[in-house]
């Protein structure tokens, strides 16, 4: 399943980030207040249990949470997207995936990898702001599947055709959440229009 999450305050934050005179500061501030947003939508289907609890009044049959949620953004550009996510489930846990993208062959590769205890009952979000030709994603959702996790969902920014497409056909189990679907990919395999390499303009490394 692909939602695309339209929401007024979304795009307007979006489409600061995708000015290319927007700098780092207000780039990661936007970033972050995305994430927030969007989680607010995500979480809206997350499973729940009955429990009975006693308020000062009385007793009363309620629900909470039943999972835990595991956030997993893809390093770098997925950082940015953990505190906007985190201030608004705090119990989250988080795991870490490295990967880099190779510029000629575009190729993922991974350089590093640590995950909570637990990820085979929980919740799993993959956070990374591009879904370019789906290579990361698909070989990010590979990793947290190798480690049990089966309730996965991918949460990005701004993603192109192909990479959806990518995704759905290699995890058709997987509901894959964008805050834009943008045209498509260019040569060197970046996304038009896109907002340019989100690691480079979180981390000012560009
Ligand atoms: O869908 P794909 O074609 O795989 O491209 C998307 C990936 O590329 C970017 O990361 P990059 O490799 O630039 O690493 P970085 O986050 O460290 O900058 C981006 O954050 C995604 O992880
Ligand atoms: O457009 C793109 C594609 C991949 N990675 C990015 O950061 N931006
Ligand atoms: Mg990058």
């Not at 009385?58 to 550009?77: F, G, H, S």
């Not at 030709?133 to 192909?162: W, Y």
């Not at 058709?172 to 340019?196: C, H, M, R």
């Amino acid at each position: 399943m692909l939602k695309v999450l339209e929401h007024p305050l979304i795009t307007h934050k979006l489409t600061q980030m995708r000015k290319k005179e927007t700098k780092t500061k207000d780039f990661r501030e936007n970033l972050d207040e995305i994430g927030g947003l969007m989680a607010y939508e995500i979480t809206r289907n997350l499973p729940v249990r009955e429990v009975e609890i006693e308020t000062p009044v009385t007793a009363m049959k309620t629900y909470e949470l039943e999972k835990d949620i595991i956030l997993v953004p893809i390093l770098r550009a997925g950082l940015g997207m953990v505190g906007g996510i985190s201030n608004l489930i705090p119990t989250v846990k988080v795991a870490h995936v490295g990967l880099y993208r190779d510029e000629t062959t575009l190729q993922p590769h991974v350089y590093f990898e640590k995950y909570p205890v637990g990820i085979e009952n929980a919740v799993v979000m993959i956070v990374d702001p591009m879904l370019a030709t789906g290579g990361s994603a698909n070989a990010a959702i590979d990793m947290v599947k190798k480690q049990g996790a089966k309730d996965i969902r991918l949460v990005c920014l701004v993603g192109a055709p192909e990479g959806v497409e990518a995704v759905e056909k290699a995890h058709p189990d997987v509901d894959i959440y964008l805050a834009a679907l943008d045209e498509k990919l260019n040569d060197q395999g970046y996304i038009v229009p896109g907002l340019g390499d989100a690691g480079d303009r979180i981390f000012g490394t560009k």
